[in-house]
Nanobody
Framework: QVQLVESGGGLVQAGGSLRLSCAAS????????MGWYRQAPEKQRELVAS???????DYADFVKGRFTISRDIAKGTVYLQMNSLKPEDTAVYYC??????????WGQGTQVTVSS
């Protein structure tokens, strides 16, 4: 069974930085796309950033210039470097992996709290 293990969340002051990691127990050859989503209280889950098998990245407008998604293919790990954090970035951040068969898997989520 594929598992996604997330780490790196926490509490940070506005303007600070955090780095999230998500390690997938799946063959790198089976991964089509990896991404980060977030869900704030009483809001829908939304895409933050994603990276495809070919390395193409995509970012939500509200994080462009502040967040960077990257991956270590050999480790099957995707990262989200978050800089210039704002209180409105407070949410539970989820990792998602889409495999080449069309199935998606979610991580358990990691809390990010940004204080003003």
């Amino acid at each position: 069974q594929v598992q996604l293990v997330e780490s790196g969340g926490g509490l940070v002051q506005a303007g600070g930085s955090l780095r999230l990691s998500c390690a997938a127990s799946i063959s790198i050859f089976s991964i089509n796309r990896m991404g980060w989503y977030r869900q704030a209280p009483e809001k829908q889950r939304e895409l933050v950033a994603s990276i495809t098998r070919g390395g193409r990245t995509d970012y939500a407008d509200f994080v462009k210039g502040r967040f960077t998604i990257s991956r270590d293919i050999a480790k099957g790990t995707v990262y989200l470097q978050m800089n210039s954090l704002k209180p409105e970035d407070t949410a539970v951040y989820y990792c998602r992996v889409d495999d080449i068969g069309g199935d998606s898997r979610w991580g358990q989520g990691t809390q990010v709290t940004v204080s003003s």
